[in-house]
């Protein structure tokens, strides 16, 4: 029970946050692919995010793909059969479950997938992504019926519009652009995102070319002030693509709350949360004989967000021709995934809140019962002794065994970024920088790109704090 109760290593996440911060992502994959074990059966899935996004940073773009099939192959196992241990669950905590991730995760693995497939230029393969996530999406939405919940994805249909369009399917574009705007509109409030001007042009460039002429008017109702080139014009072009992943996820922490079920036991959990842990953090080693020599105090274990904002709000990526003039270029926030955490880890607190408080409550009610059986078993002289130690093992067992699910895919950025821009086609340079940030270790970063009448580029960047 004690190793079940055992959540997964953070120390490798400090480590990948050096490498990635070093621009080192071969290291910072290879620190995922030694940890494998660690991450062990239960996290199968957890294990295929992590690899698939450091592949996809070290530019093994084939190989991220392969990582993230296997993932979502045991996504589909996992909700099929629903391999569950909810007893040792129930009696220990929920890194006994399998991890499923939350929708926005899942969703993502498709995002990432798709991504892969444009930088390769494996257009049609990424088309394929692109239908899994409209799959992906349509199943949720049926799913979930409060309007305010996640229950779609503004830049998952963003990106498949981009896809469609870049591919010469601009009905199929238009209908994911218009899915994304609502979706941005409707999800601001909680978001904390504005919809991207940029989607502001592709709807009214789409709409112009499909001569959705109500469609057309309507969205220059709404955006007057934006101005668009039509598609036509942008024909001899070749289009980039720049998708920045900015920051660090979130990470989750344990949140723990002490009942105590009698006065002497407030006593001590004042004394223990105030005098005693004023110079240091909660121990649980200590915690445990604590309240297992009290016999007490109920311990309920809760996920809590930790946000790692970015101080990046805005990149700059410049395109320098060999002969002609540098075009640049403003990245604008299109996936706030600080914000989707939060909000799945709210929508699922109430659960979680419910089942922590029942196994809480069937924890000390099976260690009173062990207790006071081994007290009448050891007799009048005995049992006061006994039940004292076996309090102090069961009880604080009890205590020691709590712990909150702080499993997250945590090798995701704090936001995605996105810029679009159609440039002559030729040679360039490309050179990118940051707005705001405070990082030394953040050097400008040099590519070289040739392009083609009508290509369509895709460029993956990590922009670290």
Known sequence: MLLAGCGPSVNRYLLIDESLRAHDPKGADAIVQRAEKEYGDKSRVLYGMDRGMTLQLAGDYQQSNTVLEQAEEELDRLYTRRIRTEALAFMTNDTALPYEGDPYEQVLINVLKALNYAVLGQWQEALVEARRIDHRLNVLSDRIQEKNAYRDDGFARYLSGILYESTGDVNNAFIAYRKAYEIFD?????????????????????????????????????????????????QPLAQVVVISYNGRAPRKEDQFLDLPISLNALQLVLLNRGILQQNRQSNQAVDSVLYGLSGRVVRVALPRLAPQKTQVPVDRVSFIPDNGTRVTVNTELVNNVTALADKALSERMAGITVKALSRAATKFALAEGTTRAAQQAAGKDAGPWVGLLVGLLTKGLAVASEEADKRSWQTLPDEIHLARVWIPPGRYQVQSSV???????????????????GETAVLLQRVMP
Request: aromatic share 8%; no cysteine; proline share 7%.
């Open 435 to 453: 707005s705001g940030s405070l990082d030394p270790l953040m050097p400008e970063v040099m590519r070289t790109l040739s392009l083609e009448p």
């Open 186 to 234: 409707a999800t601001r409030a909680w978001s904390h995102m504005a919809v991207p001007s940029q989607l502001r042009e592709d709807l009214l460039r789409t709409a112009e070319a499909l001569q959705f002429t109500q469609e057309l008017a309507e969205y220059r109702r709404l955006f007057p002030d934006t101005k668009w080139e039509t598609s036509q014009s942008l």
